[in-house]
């Protein structure tokens, strides 16, 4: 219907306006193009594009205004509509005329296949044009389609980018493309950019090549033909000249493109060093800063300062980093920080140039480099490294600084004074290799690695044998006399070489027979006297002459000698004929106070071995010593805590994993035989156990499920006090284990395992030592221990504000704490075993402190018919556990729940024939 209407419409537009023509010949003789197609306001001649014939606007269906750009010369016609430039009025005669050939094109172009005028219809069919040169020689879209938008219909002409055959010469588009961006903005480093399609039908000028950089400044230009690139022409390429993104980069810091050609378009594909060489080579300084070729001798490739450009060191991965007209420096391995200088950039808080210490720390230390600037060792660590020992790492640099670096670092440098293997310098490891002179075994640990088999750290028997022989020497570590050698040296006598260090001479003070080493007897006072490959023997005053042998050296003349005191006899076997029985020590009186006679280097026998009543330990030697009697008497102070094959049983095989660290310093006892106060560890005579029930502390059940699941989690491990030799350890109970022993409700159920005491979640104690809800006296040790202690303990617990309330309010934990007593007989205490004998004859008191109608009552208890079976850990017949026959230690035990009224604990002991109150 609509149709009808229109061409109704049309057709009475048309009657009048040709009648107004007829009537006013001089208006229609000054018509202008835009008055029948195009528009008045503003004035253009192009026919108004519609999506149909609009009689309203004279708009019709069509591409009119996106194929021309001038909108009042009818010139621009002429590509499509030959002879339209000069046409009046005249040319209406209802026909449309199309060029033979549209805009001139190499092939003939025609539209619709049609080479004559046709007339004009409402209702027209659109066909497209072939061959025409402005949509590069293809056929076109169908006419009146939908317009070309940028960038998306770039490629309807010609390719985007241009990739061969019909979409235009390929050239070098598709590099340029990526290297670029890839873009519309990409076409704008080479060719003017345009917004729309009007430079389409201006195809038959030259082809528009203006080179820009990044930030499109101009510069540079292209020598090729420019006006052979539509697809069937023969395409000859040329080359672009002094361009910026063909350079060696080195103009964003000088300002100035430096003279470049790139390769002819279209030709072989481009490397790293088709612009820059690979790497970059100029000179430093010319054009400017440059450490290209430094960073290149350590190996290091592109993507360690270039990532985000380069990854694997062949292909660009991000175009957009790549040409940018910025230095991208960016790295994987590691943080780094540069900041841009046109003389040249700074690096910082980066490894390559910091002083290393990360290896071992995992933090670069703040450090900065400037780009192009000639370094030397101390210009990222000191020479030597002199950051403090643990700050931020371990360091002995500082002790070595007589030694060049080639003495540990001999891979790195092989003169000590410049980097003769890159690849062994700045690669993220500590290579220590021996030379120059040095031989040693070195092995990393962050904590600070450690040399071993150390010709410069050996006990110096080497120089007789030729072997070294050496304790690992810890880097960072300070290191006295005894950190090389013994002090003094404590080699076997023979084994490895000859040794009289240990016995008399132990007496004398090092500078007695080594003053030109050390004039103080406790420090190397001349270091050119020390590791020197030679044994440096001199006194004082005169006292000797030295001879040296490898098997032995000789001193005649030895003054020191001629009154030979503090000593009983050379080579003597009776213990108390050499050092005393015991060593006349502190420590060593009281771990044996046995007689000589008793004293034995290979017995591991105890107090109770020598006497069932023991006034004091008597540990015999061999319990810290070897017992190998081929181990004693030959120059080495030897501890050995352990024994796989010490006698079941014994103190000494109940130490597996004991350990003594030797002290840092030496003393002399009353006879001038040396020792240390070092420390044991993990040794079962200053142990205690411990009892835990992991998961069940605090299990919610009732207690009858609770007290199987702590039983069945139970356990048992042995804690140890760590101790120095002669050192301040309490001398009572609680230098061991504590007074008394205790569980807690944080790590465990109800006491189980141990039933000395518990503190329960209230702190209060439960057990031996008290009672919840009850003010009973402690057991003393004495009613269990009695072979062991005899005396009560003294007792105190904190104040409380209500002893007999229900719910009692301590002002602390309310726990016991016990005194210490003596030991009545050593024979019974660290021997091996839990000695229980009960106290046959005291008697203890238990207070009810009444409740309800229940009076409060006292009862003394005598433990004089109990017994206990160390094989199943019971006791029998003991008096305060009531209606308990026998009772195992061990048994997880609580109070009265009184807020959930369950006393399944308490009933244990009160049965029928034992009701709470009559105890």
């Known amino acids: 219907m609509r149709e009808v209407s229109t061409r109704v419409s049309f057709l009475y537009?048309?009657?009048?306006?040709?009648?107004?023509?007829?009537?006013?010949?001089?208006?229609?003789q000054a018509i202008e193009c835009n008055e029948c197609h195009g528009t008045k306001v503003p004035v253009d001649f192009r026919p108004l594009d519609d999506a149909y014939r609009n009689m309203t606007t004279g708009g019709f269906q069509g591409n009119h205004r996106t194929h021309t750009s001038k909108i009042d010369t009818k010139q621009q016609c002429e590509f499509c509509h030959s002879g339209s430039s000069s046409y009046n009025q005249g040319h209406r005669n209802g026909k449309i005329n199309i060029s033979k050939n549209i805009n001139n094109s190499r092939q003939r172009a025609i539209y619709n296949n049609v080479t004559s005028p046709w007339a004009q219809t409402a209702t027209p069919v659109y066909g497209t044009c072939t061959n025409v040169n402005c949509h590069f020689e293809n056929e076109t879209p169908q006419w009146g389609s939908n317009p070309f938008v940028v960038p998306n219909d770039c490629s309807g002409c010609h390719g985007f980018p241009p990739y061969g055959g019909n979409t235009g010469a390929e050239g070098s588009h598709l590099a340029t493309g990526h290297m670029m961006g890839g873009d519309i903005d990409s076409c704008g480093h080479c060719h003017p950019r345009h917004t729309g399609f009007t430079h389409a039908t201006s195809v038959r000028r030259s082809l528009l090549v203006t080179p820009r950089d990044p930030t499109s400044i101009a510069a540079g230009y292209y020598d090729g033909p420019t006006n052979d690139y539509l697809p069937l022409q023969d395409n000859q390429f040329g080359k672009c000249n002094n361009i910026y993104c063909h350079s060696n980069g080195s103009s964003l810091a000088t300002g100035t493109i430096a003279a470049n050609a790139s390769p002819v378009w279209g030709g072989a594909s481009l490397n790293c060093g088709s612009c820059h060489s690979y790497p970059p080579d100029y000179a430093n300084g010319a054009p400017k800063a440059n450490s290209h070729a430094k960073h290149s001798v350590y190996g290091f490739s592109c993507s360690r300062c270039h990532y985000s450009t380069t990854s694997d060191n062949v292909t660009i991965r991000n175009w957009r980093k790549h040409i940018s007209k910025f230095y991208n420096i960016s790295s994987q391995e590691e943080?780094?920080?540069y900041s841009f200088a046109a003389n040249g950039g700074n690096c910082s808080n980066f490894y390559c140039h910091s002083n290393g210490t990360s290896k071992s720390t995992g933090v670069v230390q703040a450090n900065t480099v400037k780009w192009g600037s000639t370094l030397t060792c101390s210009s990222c660590h000191a020479n030597p490294p002199a950051y403090l020992t643990g700050s931020p790492k371990a360091?002995?640099?500082?002790?070595?600084?007589?030694?060049?670096?080639?003495?540990?670092?001999?891979?790195?440098?092989?003169?000590?004074?410049?980097?003769?293997?890159?690849?062994?310098?700045?690669?993220?490891?500590?290579?220590?290799?021996?030379?120059?002179?040095?031989?040693?075994?070195?092995?990393?640990?962050?904590?600070?690695?450690?040399?071993?088999?150390?010709?410069?750290?050996?006990?110096?028997?080497?120089?007789?044998?030729?072997?070294p022989s050496s304790l690992p020497a810890q880097w960072g570590t300070s290191l006295g006399c005894s950190g090389c050698h013994g002090l003094p040296p404590e080699y076997v006598n023979g084994s490895v070489k000859s040794n009289s260090h240990i016995g008399k001479h132990s007496a004398y003070m090092c500078n007695s027979c080594h003053y030109a080493t050390s004039s103080d007897g406790v420090s190397v006072t001349n270091s050119t006297n020390h590791a020197n490959g030679q044994y440096n023997v001199s006194s004082a005053v005169g006292m000797f002459t030295y001879s040296y042998a490898a098997s032995g050296g000789t001193c005649s003349n030895v003054q020191c000698h001629a009154n030979p005191t503090g000593y009983r006899k050379w080579g003597a076997k009776e213990c108390d004929a050499c050092h005393g029985a015991p060593p006349d020590t502190p420590a060593h009186r009281t771990h044996f106070s046995g007689s000589a006679q008793q004293a034995s280097y290979t017995s591991v026998k105890t107090a109770q071995d020598y006497s069932a009543n023991a006034t004091g330990y008597i540990f015999n030697c061999a319990n810290c010593h070897p017992m190998d009697i081929n181990k004693h008497g030959n120059g080495i102070l030897e501890v050995?805590?352990?024994?796989?094959?010490?006698?079941?049983?014994s103190i000494k095989s109940l130490q597996s994993g004991a350990t003594y660290k030797k002290g840092n310093r030496y003393y002399l006892d009353s006879r001038g035989f040396a020792y240390t106060n070092g420390t044991c560890s993990n040794v079962y005579c200053h142990s205690y156990s411990d009892w835990k029930t992991p998961g069940v502390e605090n299990c919610m059940s009732n207690y009858s499920t609770c007290d199987k699941a702590a039983v069945a989690s139970l356990v048992q491990t042995r804690e140890y006090r760590s101790v120095t030799w002669n050192g301040s350890l309490p001398k009572n109970c609680t230098g061991c284990h504590a007074n008394g022993p205790r569980t807690r409700s944080e790590t465990n159920y109800g006491s189980t395992g141990n039933n000395h005491s518990w503190i329960n979640n209230d702190y209060y104690e439960e057990g031996h030592f008290g009672k919840y809800y009850f003010?009973?006296?402690?057991?003393?040790?004495?009613?269990?221990?009695?072979?062991?202690?005899?005396?009560?303990?003294?007792?105190?617990?904190?104040?409380?504000?209500d002893p007999y309330s229900y719910y009692p309010t301590a002002s602390?934990?309310?726990?016991?704490?016990?005194?210490?007593?003596?030991?009545?007989?050593?024979?019974?205490?660290?021997?091996?075993?839990?000695?229980?004998?009960?106290?046959?004859?005291?008697?203890?008191?238990?207070?009810?402190?009444?409740g309800y109608s229940t009076p409060p009552k006292t009862t003394f208890y005598k433990m004089s018919t109990s017994t206990y079976s160390a094989e199943t850990k019971s006791c029998s017949n003991v008096a305060c556990h009531l209606g308990q026959s026998t009772v195992k230690w061990g048994t997880p035990y609580k109070a009265y729940k009184y807020n959930i009224g369950e006393d399944y604990g308490c009933r244990k002991c009160h049965d029928s024939n034992h009701p709470y109150v009559s105890f």
Request: proline share 5%.
């Open 13 to 28: 537009t048309l009657i009048v306006f040709v009648g107004t023509c007829l009537l006013f010949p001089t208006l229609g």
């Open 335 to 337: 943080r780094l920080t």
């Open 395 to 467: 360091n002995s640099h500082g002790a070595h600084s007589g030694y060049s670096c080639n003495k540990c670092h001999v891979d790195t440098t092989n003169d000590g004074v410049t980097i003769s293997n890159p690849a062994k310098h700045d690669n993220g490891s500590y290579d220590v290799t021996a030379g120059n002179g040095a031989s040693f075994n070195y092995v990393y640990s962050a904590a600070g690695g450690s040399c071993s088999n150390n010709a410069c750290h050996n006990d110096g028997t080497s120089v007789s044998t030729g072997v």
């Open 640 to 649: 050995e805590l352990y024994n796989p094959n010490a006698p079941q049983g």
């Open 775 to 801: 003010t009973t006296d402690p057991i003393s040790c004495t009613f269990c221990h009695n072979g062991t202690v005899t005396q009560l303990n003294n007792w105190s617990r904190p104040v409380i504000a």
């Open 812 to 850: 602390e934990p309310y726990f016991t704490t016990m005194s210490s007593v003596p030991i009545a007989n050593f024979s019974k205490h660290v021997n091996g075993k839990a000695d229980v004998i009960f106290d046959k004859d005291k008697t203890f008191t238990v207070n009810f402190p009444g």
